[in-house]
């Protein structure tokens, strides 16, 4: 056969083969080529105009194209429309190959042996049992367990699903990516949609990633309560392509927010993507554990364990390592949406906790020496198998540190603290570590550090629960967490330093939410956090602690604030409520706005508009009486309070003994007016979490060796898998 290339009177048309076939006994018998397009195609050419190239079928006449240099269009055809001309085929060129020649397949490959089969047909395509496999293989396997989907193409799974199923036929790969997962994403979209119909209040995540590429892409959460239920899911993971500037990212969220038609639904947005923020956040290592984390693989700061299992954390995970560039370009896009609605933002609790701590750790002297033996301890137990051996015959086992979450390496201070100090000082001795051995000054002074870390390791896990109320733990954190700083002051020997950090940091960033609380702080405008020091006193974070059952007034009545102070404040928050009850009852009677369009921000002024509403409506004057000023004015009947329904409510809530944080949601016709408050508050995330952690399942999709996945492809299959339950 002839494959010298030749050129035609065209310059754009090379003819690669001219060879002819005279009928399919000759393709047996003849010549057997190795390859299929030599062996079934003839008048082979080259189109460079169009960097493709086509071929004549030598047993159809067909006209086959495709990309130059790729075969799958030739090979497809052949094994689809003449597949017993190439069994024959493959028959020969295993005859042509002499007996004692050994191919590299031989020694890498088992032999396949094909069961059984009841029928020599294949399902249709419409069968609902090769319908159902089909399904399972795209949404279980390639979806949900994030598997490759070259799966299908792989000979010993196809020879595994022969014996799920001998009739099923396998899906080609160029379906699921072109047909398949489009008709689920199209799916999706729908779901979403229906999603933010049924929604009365939306809040929002929003943040950027770029994947190990440093292709960047966008990313949207939607945050809603649907019969009682916390729902959110996905609303976009876009690629962001070229340069981008703050104005296409706000184009980008725009579009999004208008194609889903949920611009009256919204109720605030949250975000942490400062460019100082991110950078705090990537890398937080509480000093004494630099050397944790020298020469570590990336598998033991992995989400991921060793068999591909996502470990469950309700911590944020994701190392976001976007470009300074890209860092400011999203500040600018924040700053932009603040100066149309500056009551719409909100910042994450989570990360503004870690940049307290991260303060406060400046200020660690004395107790590095001790945190460094720690750090060495929790080591060991991780790569001494010696040392791991003694913890395990006692029961021990001291968690992984993960180098972007503080409070994992608080943890581990925790675990560690907490063995017997005989059982580990004998584990140190006895495998040659006697240099790590705690003394009692070492556990004074962890003790301490332990101690005044505690609330905030506990509200950064408590506030990234998923299912239940997170901006309701807020305010009441943070009072607590400010009066154990006041008490730690005149208990504390070694660690003064970070306690005095600590408060100073968290009086910067919270004072705003402090002041609403009616605390005196001493603090200078100079060392007032503006980034966040007037975000957190949106009135959201009073509101919300009233509407979760859990809290209501409670933590008011149990803190350490004085009397009068606990009354004022309970009678402020009171007459919050009150006030946007009656927004939220009578939004429709106000001025043609967004429903939700700074409903925060004077609240008092609007309801005292509608009460005045209320009281002067117009009414029939009265008719003129003969002897009037004798009237009995005792008699007359005492003016109605027209949202009187609304304080008996409040009345009633607060004497309900139930505790459940959803009881208002789970109350509605007992509390109609509280429960679409609580419906519109409760639904806003505390923390950036739930964005944070699309960045995780699209990081774990986007692994080392599918390097190469397209970004439409990598679209697809995160939307997909953050929101399955859509499916």
């Known amino acids: 056969m002839s494959s010298d290339l030749t050129e035609t009177s065209s310059a754009s048309l090379i003819v690669i083969s001219d060879t002819t076939s005279s009928d399919n006994a000759d393709l047996a018998t003849n010549y057997v080529a190795k390859t299929v397009r030599d062996q079934f195609y003839t008048d082979i050419k080259i189109i460079n105009e169009k960097n493709s190239w086509e071929a004549t079928c030598k047993i159809c006449k067909s006209t086959i194209r495709g990309t130059k240099g790729v075969t799958s269009n030739y090979n497809r055809h052949i094994k689809e429309f003449h597949k017993s001309q190439y069994e024959l085929w493959q028959q020969q060129l295993q005859l042509n190959i002499s007996p004692g020649q050994k191919k590299i397949t031989d020694t890498l490959t088992v032999q396949k042996v094909k069961p059984a089969s009841t029928s020599g047909s294949t399902y249709l395509s419409n069968h609902p049992r090769q319908v159902e496999l089909e399904k399972s293989i795209t949404e279980d396997l390639i979806i949900e367990l994030g598997l490759p989907i070259s799966l299908v193409e792989r000979p010993s799974f196809i020879k595994f699903m022969t014996y799920v199923d001998p009739r099923f036929k396998m899906i080609s790969r160029r379906t699921l990516t ?60 876009q690629p962001i392509f070229g340069s981008h500037s703050a104005s296409s990212l706000l184009e980008m969220y725009e579009t999004c927010i208008n194609s889903y038609n949920i611009q009256s639904k919204l109720v605030r947005l949250i975000t942490d993507s400062a460019s100082n923020n991110v950078a705090a956040f990537t890398g937080l290592v509480i000093p004494g554990f630099e050397n944790y984390f020298l020469n570590e693989d990336d598998q033991l700061n992995s989400d991921w364990n060793s068999d591909g299992e996502q470990i469950e954390s309700d911590d944020i995970t994701s190392e976001n390592n976007i470009s300074i560039e890209t860092q400011d370009i999203l500040k600018q896009f924040f700053d932009t949406i603040s100066s149309e609605n500056e009551s719409f933002r909100l910042p994450c609790y989570a990360h503004t906790l870690q940049l307290t701590v991260n303060d406060g750790l400046k200020g660690l002297t004395g107790i590095q020496s001790s945190l460094e033996k720690i750090s060495k301890i929790a080591k060991l137990s991780h790569s001494s198998t010696l040392v791991s051996e003694r913890f395990e015959k006692i029961q021990i086992c001291i968690p992984k540190a993960n180098k972007t979450r503080w409070n994992s390496q608080y943890e581990t201070v925790v675990t560690v603290t907490g063995v017997q100090p005989s059982d580990l000082n004998e584990i140190l001795i006895q495998t040659q570590h006697r240099d790590l051995c705690l003394k009692s000054l070492d556990y004074q002074m962890l003790s301490e550090f332990v101690s005044l870390l505690a609330l905030f390791a506990e509200a950064t896990n408590a506030t990234q629960a998923q299912n239940i109320p997170s901006i309701s733990i807020v305010t009441p954190s943070i009072l607590a967490i400010y009066h154990d700083l006041l008490l730690e002051q005149s208990n504390i020997k070694y660690a003064s330093i970070l306690c005095e950090c600590l408060l100073e940091s968290l009086l910067s960033r919270f004072g705003g939410l402090l002041e609403q609380m009616l605390i005196d702080i001493d603090i200078t405008e100079k060392n007032k956090n503006k980034r966040f020091y007037d975000l957190y006193k949106d009135p959201i974070f009073l509101l919300a602690p009233f509407l979760d059952g859990h809290f209501r007034l409670r933590w008011i009545s149990s803190s350490l604030l004085s009397e009068q102070v606990q009354e004022e404040l309970s009678n402020k928050i009171q007459q919050l409520v009150f006030e946007q009850c009656i927004l939220l009852e009578h939004v429709n009677g106000l001025p043609a706005t967004s429903a939700n369009d700074n409903m925060m921000l004077s609240p008092s002024v609007q309801t005292q508009a509608l009460l005045n509403s209320a009281a002067s409506s117009p009414t029939t004057p009265k008719r003129k009486c003969l002897f009037a000023n004798l009237e009995n004015k005792a008699m007359k009947k005492p003016k109605s309070d027209p949202f009187s329904y609304i304080k008996d409510e409040i009345t009633k809530y607060l004497n309900d003994n139930d505790m459940d944080s959803m009881l208002l949601l789970k109350s509605s016709n007992n509390y109609p007016t509280l429960s679409k408050l609580a419906m519109k508050i409760l639904s806003i995330p505390a923390t950036s979490a739930p964005v944070e952690r699309v960045f995780s399942q699209s990081g774990f999709l986007f692994r080392q060796h599918r390097a190469s996945m397209t970004r439409t492809t990598l679209q697809q299959l995160t939307m997909l898998k953050c929101n399955r339950d859509l499916l």
Not at 188 to 204: E, P, Q, V
């Open 178 to 237: 072109r047909t398949t997962l489009p008709n689920l994403y199209s799916k999706m979209l729908d779901g979403l949609r229906s999603f933010c119909s049924m929604a009365k209040f939306i809040s929002l995540t929003l943040d950027l990633w770029t994947d190990r590429r440093q292709r960047a892409f966008f990313a949207l959460t939607g945050h809603a309560i649907i019969n009682s239920e916390f729902k959110s899911y996905v609303m976009s993971f």
